[in-house]
């Protein structure tokens, strides 16, 4: 499946980046593989949050994609914590 990943914090990201991710990831473990593609700090500390028609939700690290309730598609930003 594949997300879109936008940064919010930092203007030279304007749009989202598609990620090629699978359901059983982690939050944790897609969140490492976007930081890494998009070159930023590892000093500091962020949160996914999935935007969603229906209203955003953070997306909890811990658990699998497909159980945050992420789908093929779904765009998601990444906050500074």
Same mark, same amino acid.
């Given at each position: 499946?594949?997300?879109? $990943? @936008?940064?919010?914090? =930092? ?7 598609? $990620? @090629?991710?699978?359901? =059983? ?11 890494g593609m998009w070159g930023l700090p590892g000093d500091r500390r962020y949160r996914l949050v999935r935007v969603h ?29």
């Open positions: 499946m594949f997300v879109w $990943v @936008r940064v919010t914090f =930092d203007d030279r990201f304007l749009c989202h980046q598609g $990620v @090629r991710a699978q359901p =059983d990831m982690t939050g944790k473990q897609l969140l490492d593989t976007v930081i028609p229906a209203g955003s939700r953070e997306v909890d690290l811990e658990r699998t994609l497909g159980e945050n309730g992420v789908r093929d598609g779904d765009p998601l930003d990444i906050h500074a914590a």
